[in-house]
C-alpha cells in the first residue's frame, strides 16, 4: 500500500486530490445553489424584461443598459420614494419568481395587470409611472402592449412621436438628454418643419432626409430606451390618442416622403429649371392673355389720381396708358419675329420712354404751330415733322404709313374726315409741302 | 383690334399739355401714327441692344439704353 500510495501518489494524488477538490467544492455545490436561488432571479426578470418591452431587439438594449445605472443615481434623489416602492415590487416578484417557473411567470406578467405593471416597473423608469400616473397604471397594463408594438412601427417606420412623451417628463429626459436626447428633443421641432420643407425646399430636403435617417436610427435606440425606462409608457398614455392616429398618419407619409426624397432631388432639379421656363412663358402668356385693361385700369387709375404729370405750362396730364403702349409694342415684337412678349419692366419702361416722347412731340409741335403764326396745331405741323424726320419720304406717304400701322377706324377717320375739308386742307398742305420743297 | 387702337383723348390732352395749345381735329391720329413709327423704331433696336447683350427677347434694360437715341432721331 505504501508502497502503491507512494507510487500512486506522485502520479496521481496531487492532480487527483485537486481536480476532486474543484469538482466537488468550487463546480459543484456552488453551481447547484446558485443556480437555484439567483441564476433565476437575474437571467428572468431581465429576459422577461426585455423580451416584454421589445421582441426583435434585443442588442441596443442590453447596450443601453448600461447607462441605465447613470440614470437612475441622477434622478435617485428625485425618485428616492419610487426606490422604495421599487424594492417592494421586486420582493413579491422574487417570491414569486422563486415560487414558480420562469414560463409561469411570464403568464402570470400578463394575466395579473397591477403585478404585470409592477415587473413592468421594476426598471427604474417603470417605478416613475407608478408615481406620476398611478391612476394610469389600471390602464397601461393593456396599453402596454400597444405601445410596445407602436414602438416598434415607430422604430421601424423611423417615427419620432416617441419625441413630444419624452418632453413630457421634464425631470427625467432632463437629466437623461444630456449625452442622447439633445438630438432627440432637436428632432422635435425640425418635425414640426418637415411637412413645410418638404414642400417648399428640395436642398432642405436632402438634409432632412439626412436627419431622418439619423433620427430612424436614434428613435429605434431611443424607442427602446424608452420602452425600458417606460418613461414613454406614462406620457404616452396620455398621447395615445394624440398620438395613434398621428402615427398611422405619419407612416403612411413617412415612407413615401422618404423614398420621395432619394429619387426627387435629382429629378426635381431638371424639374425646376423645366417649371421655371414653363412658368415664365406661362406668366407672359398670362400677362399678355389676360385682358389688358386690367393691369391698365389700375395704373390709370393710380396714376390719373397720384402722379398726374404737369407740363411745363402748368397742364396736368395723364401718362400715356401702359395697355395702348404694350399692344403696340406686342404687335410690333410680333412683327420682328421673336416670340418674346414685354415684361413689367419693359413695359413700364416703355410707358416712360412714351411719355417722353409726347413731351418732345408736345414741343416741336407748338413751335411748328408758332412758326406758322397759328395756335392750333394742324396736321400740317404733323406732317412737317414726319418730313422732317424723314419717315414721310416721296416714296412713303402719310397714308401709306397710316395703312401698315393704324387700325381700319383710324385709317378711315383720317380718310374720310379730310373729304369733306379735302381742298382746304388739301391746299394747305400742298401749300405748306410746296414751302418746304421750295426751302429745300 | 376691335377696339380703337388707343385713346385719343388722353393722346389729345398730353400733347395739347405739352405744347400749350389746342389740337386740330385730327392731328392727334397723326401724332400717334408718329409714335407707333416711333415705338416701332425704339423696339427694333432695344431688340437689337438686347440680342447683342445676350439678352431674351426686349429688355428694359436695353429699352432704356436705346430710347435716347430714338428720341433724338425723332426731334423735330
Same mark, same amino acid.
Given at each position: 500500500m505504501p508502497r502503491r500510495r507512494r507510487a500512486i501518489q506522485p502520479i496521481q494524488p496531487t492532480p487527483g486530490a485537486k481536480s476532486g477538490r474543484s469538482r466537488n467544492s468550487a463546480l459543484d455545490l456552488p453551481d447547484i445553489d446558485d443556480d437555484e436561488p439567483t441564476a433565476p432571479r437575474f437571467s428572468m426578470p431581465l429576459d422577461d424584461m426585455y423580451d416584454d418591452d421589445s421582441?426583435? #431587439? #434585443?442588442p441596443p438594449r442590453q447596450s443601453i443598459l448600461a447607462p441605465l445605472p447613470e440614470y437612475d443615481y441622477d434622478n435617485g434623489t428625485v425618485q428616492s420614494i419610487e426606490f422604495g416602492r421599487r424594492a417592494r415590487s421586486e420582493d413579491p416578484r422574487l417570491d414569486r419568481m422563486f415560487n414558480k417557473r420562469i414560463s409561469e411567470q411570464y403568464g402570470e406578467l400578463n394575466d395579473l395587470t397591477i403585478n404585470g405593471e409592477d415587473y413592468e416597473l421594476d426598471g427604474n423608469f417603470i417605478n416613475r409611472r407608478g408615481t406620476l400616473l398611478p391612476n394610469d397604471l389600471l390602464e397601461q397594463v393593456a396599453e402596454e402592449d400597444l405601445d410596445n408594438t407602436t414602438t416598434e412601427i415607430r422604430a421601424l417606420t423611423g417615427r419620432r412621436d416617441g419625441r413630444p412623451s419624452d418632453v413630457d417628463l421634464g425631470v427625467f429626459g432632463d437629466v437623461d438628454d444630456e449625452d442622447e436626447e439633445p438630438t432627440f428633443r432637436f428632432t422635435i421641432p425640425p418635425r414640426m418643419h418637415v411637412p413645410v420643407e418638404d414642400e417648399g425646399d428640395e436642398e432642405d430636403e436632402v438634409d432632412m432626409y439626412n436627419e431622418t435617417q439619423r433620427r430612424l436610427n436614434e428613435t429605434i435606440i431611443e424607442d427602446d430606451e424608452d420602452v425600458e425606462n417606460d418613461t414613454r409608457a406614462g406620457a404616452e398614455l396620455v398621447n395615445d390618442d394624440e398620438t395613434a392616429p398621428v402615427l398611422a398618419d405619419d407612416n403612411e407619409t413617412g415612407p413615401f416622403e422618404i423614398a420621395g426624397w432619394e429619387s426627387e432631388p435629382d429629378a426635381e432639379d431638371d424639374d425646376e429649371d423645366l417649371q421655371a421656363y414653363r412658368g415664365e412663358v406661362s406668366a407672359i402668356d398670362r400677362s399678355l392673355?389676360? /385682358?389688358? /385693361?386690367e393691369t391698365p385700369a389700375k395704373k390709370r387709375a393710380g396714376r390719373q389720381r397720384k402722379t398726374l404729370n404737369i407740363s411745363r405750362f402748368g397742364h396736368e396730364y395723364p401718362s400715356f396708358p401702359a395697355a395702348t403702349v404694350k399692344t403696340l409694342a406686342n404687335g410690333f415684337i410680333k412683327s420682328q419675329g421673336s416670340k418674346t412678349k414685354i415684361s413689367k419692366d419693359t413695359l413700364a419702361a416703355l410707358v416712360q420712354t412714351s411719355d417722353f416722347y409726347f413731351e418732345q412731340v408736345g414741343e416741336d409741335l407748338a413751335a411748328y404751330a408758332q412758326h406758322a403764326g397759328r395756335k392750333m396745331i394742324e396736321e400740317g405741323d404733323v406732317i412737317a415733322l414726319l418730313k422732317r424726320t424723314r419717315q414721310v419720304t416721296d416714296s412713303s406717304t402719310v397714308f401709306s404709313l397710316a395703312q401698315k400701322l393704324l387700325p381700319r377706324e383710324l385709317l378711315q377717320q383720317l380718310r374720310m374726315e379730310p373729304l369733306p375739308k379735302l381742298r382746304r386742307q388739301k391746299r394747305k398742305r400742298m401749300e405748306t409741302i410746296r414751302e418746304e420743297d421750295g426751302h429745300e | 383690334m376691335p377696339q380703337t387702337l388707343y385713346p385719343r383723348g388722353t393722346v389729345k390732352k398730353i400733347v395739347k399739355a405739352h405744347a400749350n395749345r389746342p389740337l386740330s381735329k385730327n392731328a392727334d391720329i397723326l401724332i400717334f401714327l408718329k409714335y407707333a413709327l416711333f415705338m416701332q423704331e425704339v423696339i427694333k433696336e432695344a431688340g437689337i441692344a438686347s440680342k447683342r447683350s445676350g439678352e431674351?427677347?426686349?429688355s428694359a434694360r436695353s429699352v432704356r439704353k436705346v430710347r435716347e437715341g430714338c428720341l433724338r432721331k425723332f426731334k423735330g
Open positions: 421582441f426583435n #431587439e #434585443e392673355q389676360t /385682358p389688358a /385693361p | 431674351r427677347g426686349v
